[in-house]
C-alpha cells in the first residue's frame, strides 16, 4: 500500500494516470489493479476511467515492488523487425506464473509489441531476441526451432577439464512434473539426443572458463549435460555441487548466453541479418 498525491498538471482518468506515473508496473498486474479498483480517493474505489485531479491524495493498495520504477532492459541491437536484449539473472523470459513480472513484460513498457521468440532459463543471463512484427516472429520462432541461430554461451564450471575441447553426445529425458532433465549415454525409452560443444578458455583449477556451442536446445541442457561428464556449472544447485556452492557462498548459476548467429534464406524479410553476430560479455558473480 502506498500514499501518494497526484501532483499533475491537468485531470486525467485514473487508467492513464497509473501508466504515466508507474510505466514500469507489468501489464497484467496493472489490468489486475484497474478491475479490482484498487486505488482508493477518500476511501472510495476507483474506476479505471474515472477523473484524477492536481491535489488529489490517492492510496495504491498495489505491492511496492511493482511501484518502483523500473530501468529500461538492456538493448543490444533493434530495428524495425527486432530487438535483441541482455537479460539479467532472476527473471523469466515470459510470464510463467500470474503477476510476477517477467522481462517480455518489462519491454512492453517501451516496446508495445514485442515477442519472445525463444527463452532462456530463469537463471541464465545474456541474448534474448524479440520480434516487432507477425512476420518477424514467424521467420525467428522458425529458425530457433530449425537451429539455424547459432547459440553461444559461456560458464564457469568447477574443476578442469581433461579435454580443452570437445563435442559432447548424450541422451536427454525430460520430467516435466518435477523440472527436471536425467542424462543418458545410451538411448533411454523417451529420452532425446542432444549435443554440446565446448572449449575451455582459461583456468585457475578449482574453476574453469568454457565456452559452449549449444547444437541442440533442450530444457537445462547446458547445466544438465556438463554436469554429467563431471564439471557442473558454478552455482547450480539443480545439477551441480550444491555443498562446493554454499561453501563459496554462490547463489546463483554462472552461465551467460553471449552470442547469437543468424542465418536466414536469401529473399527472406530477414535476410538482411543473415551473417551478423550480436554478442555480450558475461556478467559473472562469484561473490553469491
Known sequence: ?????????????????????????????????????DVRRDGKRLYADELIYPDDVLMLYIDDKYLDSGEKPEIVFEDKNIIIVNKKPG?????????????????RVFYPEAVACHRLDYNTGGLVVFARNKQAQDLL??????????????????????????????????????????????????????ETEYAMLDSCGEYSLLEVDLITGRTHQIRAHLAHIGY???????????????????????????????TFPKGSALGYLSGR???????FTLNG
Open 91 to 107: 527473471i523469466t523470459v515470459v510470464e510463467e506464473r500470474e503477476g510476477i513480472p517477467c522481462l517480455q513484460d518489462e519491454l
Open 277 to 283: 553476430k550480436f554478442s555480450v560479455s558475461p556478467k
Open 141 to 194: 520462432e522458425a529458425a530457433f526451432r530449425d537451429r539455424t541461430v547459432r547459440k553461444i554461451y559461456r560458464t564457469l564450471v568447477w574443476g578442469k577439464p581433461k579435454e580443452g575441447a570437445a563435442k559432447l553426445h548424450a541422451y536427454l529425458k525430460k520430467d516435466a512434473q518435477a523440472s527436471k532433465v536425467t542424462i543418458y549415454d545410451w538411448a533411454a525409452p523417451g529420452a532425446q539426443l542432444i
Open 1 to 37: 500500500m502506498r500514499e501518494i498525491k497526484a501532483g499533475i498538471d491537468k485531470p486525467i482518468s485514473l487508467q492513464n494516470f497509473l501508466y504515466r506515473t508507474y510505466p514500469a508496473i507489468p501489464p497484467q498486474i496493472m489490468r489486475k489493479a484497474l478491475a479490482n479498483r
Open 232 to 262: 557442473p556449472v558454478v552455482g547450480d544447485d539443480r545439477y551441480g555441487d550444491r555443498e562446493k556452492n554454499k561453501l563459496w557462498k554462490i547463489t546463483r548459476q554462472q552461465l551467460w548466453a553471449t552470442r547469437v548467429e543468424f
